[in-house]
């Protein structure tokens, strides 16, 4: 029996089977990717002078995966340091080492037959104990394992990656009849906490539990559609974020997925033993099938349900499918005033749904369906009414799913409504009610994930202010949360910061603190509007003392005589990164983006970023022999002056804004805060001591000088404006130690210092008043 897994075969290196592979060696984890060898040589493999026995050859499809891995814009692969733990092979050379895998994940074409034949391989080859599971979307699982022994059925599962599985956190495991608990546990374990999933459990039938509840609420909007006549823009607005799903509603996200492929997942439960009534409801409305036939899938044909084109005059433009007159038309805003009003309300859902209005009545009708059949799945496609809701919240972007819905509009007031209406009620929900279960969740089972939860109540708040909450962790440790819009630090923010500091963390009962938070994003930066107010009436004095009061809190956290550990996830930027980057640890999600972007709005780093960039860049400059500063110099003024971003927790580590040392990366971004507290539960334990005030070697005029002159070829280029260069020549001023010799030593507080000032010189540029007030208005750099 498997209880670790540290190695997994990847049977198909198709785009699924490679994106996963980029997935599972993100995890530490070795892969074997395997795939069938070439039927011939073609006439580039002559050119390169390979023969069918060739390695390069027989491996040419496993090679082609791992090269598609290194294809920046897919962003399959974490970091490129992790392309050595990719092995590339094929099913008839290296088919025995499947006796070396702790866990076979066969994606090879969704056809029955051909999946049949590569599990009667793996039975032949696996070692006794190991996991086998296949990735399917619909082919029933037993099918496919057909014919097996006990042992073999007892280790094997499907397992439903939704794509792309790099940033879809729902993963669906599917067990047969005989597979062990042990293994279900294994696997739940190493998704969660290996590959960063959401895991639920579902059973082994039709579109599993995501697809088959997703798939049937959005053919019921479709068919309301026709049923009230609405158009698409309207109903995309009615099923949008106010009733809890994401932007793209229903046609946008058909749009998304493909309508091919929503037909063919429609098709699996068509094509499936299932009645005729449930049969019925998978059928594709006409409108669909006519966009399919005209090879409108959606947003990989650039037109489906909705399209994008450009003008005469070379303008982007909208347009949306009218089914009616079986063309497209300009898309024109839609305003419901029932939807605005629903938004303003305390329970939008509520206000949706018992409404008088047409559009209210839509709203209940779909609400309705979608509750019923998620009522009337349970037990069929789930055991427990909660996997429905995490899989439709995980793989759908549900805020709520289902039965928390049903909550929030009244359980009872909404049985008696479907039942006035002729509706018949799923006996396990009316015999709830009969036992006085009013709503399905309650504090103890709302939660549907053991991590550390921020909610209003809990953990406790022990104090707070308007951008900043201090709550207590437990087990002596403290937790920073940032609450303002963006989650932007202001001095708001820096007060909380002083007053754990000072206040709590200086009694012996509270061991260390956390920073972190769960909104959209770790942090956006500074306050852009304290700043621009600031800067609009010329109050000088003001700005200094805000970036003094960053500085001061930033250099108090990195040497403050208890352990700060930061949790940065998503976006990380600016002042955000700032104060990442002067903690002692940082337990980061995966999906962390991070970088010093001040420049696109006319500024620089100004809270210590520039110095503790040129920091950890000295520090791997000294890791060389013969010690060269001038490379990793430029490197740093480059990756600020351009506001580099990291696409990932890695890339943040390749790139220097995180020390490897001092960062664990978390592929659960759910985990990062109890990721946070262990750690400084370990540093407290392991007897806690301030890092060293460092000493930075700086390279002075000579430094500043290579790097304007660089700047002259930017400019003619293109590649910067006049203003960037400007900007740019400030970042280097600082980062070089302003007019001082090649090799002079210097504190942080002297580069604190040029920081502070060039922020304030920049602060009174006209031009960096014009960027702020873009990006404040706009949400994007101006270049001017």
Known sequence: MVNKIQKVAVLGAGVMGSTLAGLIVGSGAKVLMLDIVPPKLTDEDKAKGLKKKSPEFRNKFALAGIARLQDKRMGMLFSKTQLPLIEAGNFEDDIERLAECDWILEVVTERLDIKQGVMKQVAQYRRKGSIVSTNTSGIPIASIA????????????????????????????????????????????????????????????????????????????????????????????????????????????????????????????????????????????????????????????????????????????????????????????????????????????AALVYGDSEYNKFAWEVIRALLLYSAEMVPEIADDYMEIDKATHWGFNMKDGPFKTWDLIGVEKSVARMKEEGFKIPKWVEKRLKEGKTSFYTEENRRFTDYIKLEKKTPKIVDSNADANLRDLGDGVLLIEFISRGNSLSMETMEMFDKAMDVYLAKDEWKGLVIGNQGQMFSAGANLVAIAMGIDQKDWKAIEDGISAYQNTNMRLKYFGKPVVVAPFSRVLGGGAECTMHADFATASVETYMGLVEAGVGLLPGAGGNKEFLIRFSETAASNKPIDLLPKYLEAWQAVSTATLATNAFDAIDKHFLRASQTKVVMNADAIIDEAKKKVLQLDADGYMPPAPARITVLGDYGYGVAVAGLKGMTDGGFASEYDAFISKKIAWVMSGGNVLKGTVVDEQYLLDLEREAFLSLSGEERTKDRIVHMMLAGKPLRN
Not at 201 to 229: H, Q, W
Not at 328 to 348: F, M, R, T
Request: with cysteine; aromatic share 12%; net charge neutral.
């Open 146 to 349: 057909e014919g097996q022994d006990d042992e073999f059925m007892q280790h094997f599962l499907g397992t439903h990656f939704f794509n792309p599985p790099r940033f879809m956190h729902l993963f669906e495991l599917i067990p047969n009849k005989k597979t062990l608990p042990k293994v279900i546990e294994t696997m739940s374990e190493f998704a969660d906490r290996c590959l960063g999933k959401g895991v639920v459990v579902a059973k082994d039938t039709p579109n599993f539990i995501a697809n088959r509840i997703g798939c049937f609420i959005s053919l019921e909007v479709m068919r309301l559609t026709e049923k009230y006549d609405y158009d698409i823009p309207t109903v995309d607005l009615l099923t949008g974020p106010v009733m809890g799903h994401p932007k793209s509603a229903t046609y946008k996200t058909g749009d998304m997925v493909g309508l091919d492929v929503f037909w063919h997942v429609a098709g699996n439960v068509v094509a499936s033993d299932v009645s005729d009534e449930e049969r019925k409801r998978f059928e594709t409305p006409q409108f669909m099938k006519d966009l399919i036939d005209a090879g409108a899938y959606g947003d990989k044909t650039k037109r489906g349900f909705y399209k994008k084109e450009k003008d005469e005059n070379g303008k982007r433009k909208r347009y949306v499918y009218d089914r009616k007159k079986k063309d497209y038309v300009p898309l024109e805003k839609v305003s419901i005033p029932e939807v605005d009003e629903a938004k303003k309300s305390k329970n939008k859902y």
